[in-house]
């Protein structure tokens, strides 16, 4: 056998040898070259040395492309991406606009769309890799240039901000437009590096091209209009300064408009990471005219019903319910919820937190939960209990088999003492995954929390009575808040 | 010397010492395959181009019947594309029993398997697709989707990295790992996925809640009698 393998294991190591001499694999280092590149045209433009900037951008040309794909089925995906964007849906967004990149990776005009979303997501990692990655399939692309500029600067790169401003004013198909842009972002934007290098980037003394030039002659940029002088030492500030996210719209619209839109997306791209963001949904809770109770209900209780995960020995374990009871992020959910976990986590409308069990109750069966969600709108728990409320009309709201933010309605349909513990009997349908939630009355109040069901039979299910939580003694009532109305034409 | 020429030769002798005992061709892709998994799995780049270079080495099967092998690929990828998956395993089976060298062949047959839950044959095909052709990223991400359903996350940390090295574009195989990342249902492809661009020091957010399955799987109520079951 020795004999057989001893040829092969001599061709193995002449083998070895060639690869340890020989170059790396095509891909390696792909990303570099692409970065080395871009970041030669920053260098090149923040020196205004006009001949670099377009020696490295026919470079760049020159690169071999990457494969194209599929645009028929990527551009539906980018539109879709585009109105999450617009909506300020930035999850929704990075999710499209990923689709639609792996659908296509040549297409420059996603590339760019999912860097800007990393950018208002304040993923500046990945938005400088997206970012750079589209300049190389399109260098001449402006809008990618002044994202990566506030890419720079919000990392507090005034140098790399600077040109690249300075390149986005460069290949600006309209560069009043693009000036007026920069002048904002050197008046308004929060972060000092963004002010700095768009000023940079605006200053006379630093000749640019001229507008009327083609890209790649030498001119200045226009100075500063008396309307929005730039600074002579950028002040900071207020922490909700507006931030430019977006090419401003081709038409200006008059100063008050400027200021609420980009006042609204700046506010949106300072949004914070996932666990200390305030509610999306929240913005979603305010009555509308003309809609049903129900609808109200589900829109005013979603941000405050949460999703229950829970892991054991590092893997997903199973899921509940939950219902914020205090502005501090307290979560009431049920104790088999809970029970065999080493580690939980909640998602209350859209924030997200880990968890910690703070306190826990067998009989009642309820836990409840510190979470990080600062801030937070929570339910008002109602201690009524008593026959009067039989036959008034409830609602479930609970992630059932992991459908999340599943809303369902019934009647109290009685009232059951079972261990010493009151609960409601209610008609509303429950499955598993709803335990731990919310069973609500018309007034929005919690009149108890989906705990089980009876298999045998049709929509006989079971909350405990808001009233234990209550009493139950597992958390201060001071910090949450109470109500004892009966829920009737509210 | 440098010390990924002694990494190397170490692996050779390795090789060495256990190649008698591998009896078939087969065997001895399998072991190269799995080397390649364990090596990517910890970012040993040296080790895994070795093994992809032994891989290269190795004999190829020659075609038998070409054309046939051709026409049945082609009805394989028809009946793939309408969803079909009995038909295009048949067609697929033909066309590398026809041409056993045709990695494109035997890879649609290990993407076949795993869609109608064969691990074990899938992971079969895959590898000797892989064994064909080591630098095929999609067939190393199929075996990555093969070892995340077998719950073997340092297989799958493995073969997702190893998709990565080998992606023509790498910039489109960073955003796919960290779509799974932080989108997959799956514990074991979503943290395998994690840890691969942690070994490539790519940007990734980890998750805190973990994405609902997309198919929560629910059953009709059972009849038993129950008095109190809790949700």
């Not at chain 1, 140098?159 to 309209?174: I, K, L, M, S, V």
Request: with cysteine; hydrophobic share 40%.
């Amino acid at each position: 056998m020795i004999h057989r393998f001893a040829p092969l294991a001599l061709l193995a190591l002449l083998a070895l040898l060639a690869l340890l001499a020989g170059p790396l694999p095509a891909s390696a280092g792909q990303y570099e070259t692409l970065d080395y590149h871009i970041q030669q045209m920053i260098a090149q433009a923040a020196a205004n040395d006009e001949a670099g900037v377009q020696t490295f951008r026919e470079q760049l040309d020159n690169l071999r492309r990457p494969e194209a794909g599929d645009p028929v089925q990527s551009r539906p995906l980018f539109q879709q991406g585009q109105e999450y964007l617009n909506h300020d849906q930035l999850k929704e967004a990075l999710s499209a606009f990923r689709q639609a990149f792996i659908t296509d990776p040549a297409d420059a005009e996603i590339a760019g769309q999912l860097g800007l979303t990393y950018l208002r997501l304040r993923r500046m990692k990945e938005a400088e890799r997206l970012l750079v990655y589209a300049l190389a399939l399109a260098p001449a692309r402006s809008a990618s240039w002044l994202h990566l500029g506030q890419v720079y600067g919000q990392s507090g790169d005034t140098a790399r901000a600077a040109g690249a401003f300075a390149n986005a004013y460069r290949f600006a198909p309209d560069r009043s437009r693009l000036a007026g842009q920069l002048r904002q972002l050197a008046t308004t934007d929060p972060a000092d590096a963004v002010r700095a290098g768009a000023q940079r980037a605006l200053q006379p003394t630093q000749p640019l091209p001229t507008p009327t030039a083609k890209p790649g002659s030498a001119a200045n940029l226009p100075p500063p209009t008396a309307s929005a002088p730039v600074p002579a030492q950028p002040a900071a500030p207020a922490p909700t300064a507006p931030t430019i996210t977006d090419p401003a719209p081709s038409s200006t619209p008059p100063a008050s408009g400027v200021l609420l839109d980009s006042l609204r997306r700046g506010l949106s791209s300072l949004a914070k990471p996932a666990d200390t963001a305030p509610p999306a949904a929240g913005s979603r809770s305010i009555p509308t005219a003309g809609e049903q109770p129900g609808q109200q209900i589900y829109r005013s209780s979603l941000p405050r019903t949460c999703l229950i995960v829970t892991f054991r020995r590092g893997k997903t374990d199973s899921l509940g319910s939950g219902l914020l009871v205090s502005a501090d992020g307290l979560v009431v959910t049920n104790h088999h919820v809970i029970e065999n976990a080493d580690n939980l986590a909640v998602k209350c409308g859209e924030r997200e937190s880990v968890a910690r069990v703070s306190r826990r109750s067998k009989e009642p069966d309820l836990a409840l939960l510190t979470t990080t969600l600062n801030r937070a709108e929570s339910f008002v728990l109602n201690e009524a209990y008593s026959p009067d409320l039989i036959g008034l009309e409830v609602f479930v709201i609970g992630n059932p088999y992991g459908l999340e933010g599943t809303f369902s309605t019934g009647v109290i349909s009685g009232l059951r003492e079972i261990d010493g513990v009151r609960y409601f009997q209610i008609s509303a349908p429950i499955s598993p995954g709803n335990s731990g939630g919310p069973v609500i009355l018309r007034d929005g109040s919690v009149i108890g929390i989906a705990t089980m069901g009876l298999k045998k039979g049709q929509n006989l299910n079971f909350a405990i009575a808001a009233a234990e939580l209550i009493h139950s003694g597992l958390f201060d009532p001071a910090r949450m808040k109470m109500s004892t109305a009966q829920g009737k034409g509210r | 010397m440098n010390s990924g020429f002694w990494k190397a030769v170490v692996l050779v002798a390795a090789w060495c010492a256990v190649a008698p005992a591998l009896a078939q061709d087969s065997d001895r892709s399998r072991y190269y395959i799995q080397q390649m998994i364990d090596l990517a799995a910890t970012h040993d780049e040296t080790g895994v181009t070795a093994m992809q270079r032994m891989l290269e080495q190795e004999p190829k099967p020659p075609p038998r019947d070409p054309a046939a092998a051709r026409e049945a690929l082609q009805r394989g990828q028809a009946a793939l594309r309408a969803d079909d998956l009995n038909a295009a395993l048949t067609a697929f089976q033909q066309a590398s029993d026809n041409d056993p060298g045709n990695a494109d062949a035997v890879n649609h047959l290990g993407l076949i398997e795993r869609k109608l839950g064969r691990l074990p044959d899938a992971e079969r095909a895959l590898q000797r697709a892989l064994a064909l052709e080591p630098t095929r990223a999609s067939a190393w991400f199929q075996l990555a989707q093969v070892y995340g359903l077998s719950e073997d996350n340092r297989r799958a940390r493995g073969a997702l990295a190893n998709t990565y090295r080998f992606a023509q574009n790498p910039m489109r195989a960073e955003e796919i790992l960290r779509n799974i990342a932080e989108s997959e249902a799956s514990d074991t492809l979503r943290t395998a996925a994690l840890e691969a661009l942690r070994l490539y020091q790519l940007p990734v957010e980890a998750v805190i809640v973990p994405p609902m399955p997309a198919n929560p799987g629910i059953v009709p109520l059972k009849t038993t009698p129950a008095p109190r079951q809790k949700p």
